[in-house]
């Protein structure tokens, strides 16, 4: 699981990222934002493996992953 | 997996239309700025046309060039301030129109500086506009039959045309119309600027970009376009890479 982040503020409604993701896991509100537009927001935040797709083709940079803090524990424990 | 916004891009929302390249071409600008650790000592200059207010953009000194003059410009901050990073940014109307002169001089004279040259087959900002670069058969409010080879001729390719030239170092055509296509364009323009860091001479790197509103058609129509369109036309690929 992803921690990642939609700025319905920032998005323009270009539906890109809804094309892209390859879990058809983002869809366009039914509401509009502040700017009067739609926006994209994930379905299921459990299901976002953070691929990061979307962020790419975002023209808007509305799209943010942080970093799981329990995963990067994971990962520096293999390593070691 | 982190991603975050480049700290070399204001955190602001772009006038952009929704689903122009224009945003994703900044982002990959200000990642390699970042990832470089040159903000500090980068200088950009801004065009005439969409990307007109780059200034409200970019964390870093931008100045504001007359239309087409963007490397003249970019020219005499070099000279005067060879220590920094100058880089231009450029759309098809200002660079391949209006500036072709400035353009192939510019690379003609080997100048050590950075273009980031974005393609949009069309005047943008003016309301969609015929461009040199308007592939043949492509409707525009000045080419409403679509551009002929006979009345119109031919679209300009920037790469192709500068290849042949001595002076220039790096030459790449890339596009932002999928994900492998972005991240090919940031390795494109991270080697543009590392070429002038490491004092190799001009480079250019062209990026095929979307322009939904004045093509008339939705934001995955404008990515069909480049991908299917635009693509056969101008071919992606490094025009010229001297080592």
């Not at chain 2, 065009?47 to 964390?59: E, I, K, N, R, T």
């Not at chain 2, 005067?80 to 098809?92: A, E, I, K, S, W």
């Not at chain 2, 461009?131 to 390719?157: F, M, S, V």
């Not at chain 2, 920037?158 to 001595?166: K, M, N, Q, R, Y």
């Amino acid at each position: 699981m992803a921690n990642i982040k939609f700025d319905k503020e920032r998005c323009k409604g270009c539906c890109l990222c809804v094309a892209e993701c390859p879990r058809g896991n983002i869809r366009m509100s039914e509401i509009l934002n502040k700017t009067g537009s739609i926006y994209a927001e994930v379905i299921d935040e459990g299901d976002c493996n953070g691929c990061a797709l979307c962020c790419q083709m975002c023209p808007d940079m509305a799209i943010e992953i942080e970093e799981d803090e329990k995963q990067t524990c994971c990962e520096k424990g293999s390593e070691k | 997996m982190e991603f975050k916004k480049p700290t070399s891009l204001l955190d602001v929302p772009t006038h952009y239309c929704p689903g122009c390249g224009h945003g994703i071409v900044q982002r990959l600008v200000g990642e390699v700025i970042d990832e470089l650790g040159i903000r500090e000592k980068t200088i950009g200059t801004a065009p005439v046309g969409c990307a007109v207010l780059l200034y409200d953009y970019f964390d870093c000194d931008i100045i504001e060039c007359s239309h087409g003059r963007s490397p003249a410009v970019a020219t005499g901050i070099k000279r005067v301030l060879p220590d920094r990073v100058v880089f231009t940014y450029q759309g098809d109307g200002d660079l391949a129109a209006i500036g072709t002169a400035e353009t192939i001089h510019v690379a003609n004279r080997g100048e050590n500086i950075t273009i980031i040259f974005v393609n949009n087959a069309i005047y943008g900002m003016t309301g969609g506009q015929m461009a040199p670069t308007t592939i043949t058969g492509q409707r525009t409010t000045t080419t409403q039959e679509g551009r002929g080879q006979n009345q119109e001729g031919p679209p300009l390719k920037v790469c192709e045309l500068l290849a042949s030239l001595d002076g220039v170092t790096y030459l790449e055509r890339v596009a932002v119309s999928t994900p492998k296509d972005i991240m090919r364009a940031k390795k494109a323009v991270k080697k543009a600027f590392q070429n002038q860091i490491d004092e190799k001479g001009f480079s250019l790197v062209e990026v095929l970009s979307m322009c939904p509103t004045d093509w008339k058609v939705s934001s995955t129509a404008a990515v069909d376009f480049v991908n299917n369109e635009m693509k056969e036309v101008f071919p992606l690929g490094v025009f010229k890479d001297e080592k």
